[in-house]
């Protein structure tokens, strides 16, 4: 880890009590608050955003990241207006997200790095090198525990950083039923299963289903009933036992019922909606999903258009 500031983050100023009492898994539907029907359900980015990752917090804002250059974009779900929170630099990347309790938001960086910022501010509380720059594709992100977890798409490993700038990284190989393909992307999304012990990992080719271990690093293949695959597979959300699997180039939410251990996922019902474009990354604010549109199969310039949208769960 190397910080990019000497100064605490605000979580280390919180003390150990609160730190055990933030300790909760992320992206299983904390927000409580409704939504309200004159809420926009579609707002934009700026021209040539390159958007992949969204997060939500307690607060109806949502952050986005840019594959362009690793800015930061927070909108306001109330209006749909938004600004740039985090300018961003040559050579960075911003891919997945997710907003910590404390205000600290990880960012997924895909060249071996994985970042943290002041969710008020835009500014870096602390870069992580997971993993070499070249061979490895840092993608998406949860919390668990006492730790974030980040997806290596090009690796058969997750990397568990500290919440906060304090401690070192884990590297948790992935064994058990793991298959790793090369040369295409496998791990993608990740979320907390419902016992709080485990994580659900998508490869998103061959597009299946992983419980994975935090102790251990055993996976085991969560079996499909009412659906062959998961293919395409990308931003995971779940809500109790209730799993949404991002589909990005089917255009597609699938939602899954899980049993009492993550082992089995049966097809409940899928969403769809004209105004996906290649969805990539979903979070929740009360009864709504909200989604960017990443819009790969579209030319990918400084002019290209981009969108978020929403859809009710």
């Not at 990740?190 to 289903?209: M, N, W, Y």
């Not at 996906?276 to 030319?299: C, E, I, K």
Request: glycine share 12%; aromatic share 8%.
């Amino acid at each position: 880890m190397t910080p990019n500031h000497p100064h605490p983050s605000r979580r280390a100023l919180l003390g150990g009590a609160a730190l055990a009492t933030l300790a909760v898994a992320a992206g299983t539907g904390t927000a409580t608050a409704g939504t309200r029907a004159t809420w926009p359900t579609e707002f934009p980015l700026p021209d040539g955003w390159l958007p992949e990752g969204i997060a939500i917090g307690r607060k109806p804002y949502a952050y986005m990241g840019s594959r362009a250059n690793g800015a930061i974009y927070r909108t306001d779900l109330r209006t749909g207006e938004g600004r740039v929170l985090y300018a961003g630099a040559t050579g960075q990347v911003a891919v997945g997200l997710k907003l910590d309790q404390d205000g600290l938001l990880y960012v997924a960086g895909n060249t071996g790095v994985a970042r943290v910022h002041d969710s008020r501010t835009g500014e870096i509380v602390a870069t992580h090198q997971l993993s070499e720059a070249t061979g490895h594709f840092i993608n998406d992100v949860t919390l668990l525990g006492d730790r974030a977890w980040f997806t290596d798409s090009r690796a058969a490993a997750l990397y568990g950083v500290p919440r906060g700038c304090d401690g070192s990284v884990r590297t948790l190989p992935l064994t058990g039923d793991w298959v790793q393909t090369p040369d295409v992307n496998n791990a993608n999304g990740i979320v907390g299963a419902p016992d709080g012990r485990s994580l659900i990992v998508v490869s998103s080719t061959p597009g299946k289903l992983y419980n994975v271990s935090v102790r251990t690093g055993y996976a085991t293949e969560i079996a499909l009933v009412g659906a062959d695959s998961v293919a395409a597979g990308d931003g995971l959300w779940r809500i109790g036992r209730t799993l949404y699997v991002v589909q990005n180039r089917l255009n597609l939410i699938s939602v899954f019922d899980l049993d009492a251990k993550a082992t089995t996922a049966t097809l409940r019902r899928t969403i769809t909606d004209p105004r996906f474009d290649v969805p990539t990354t979903a979070a929740q604010f009360g009864d709504r999903l909200y989604l960017v549109n990443a819009r790969f199969t579209s030319p990918q310039t400084p002019e290209t258009t981009f969108t978020a949208v929403a859809v009710s769960i």
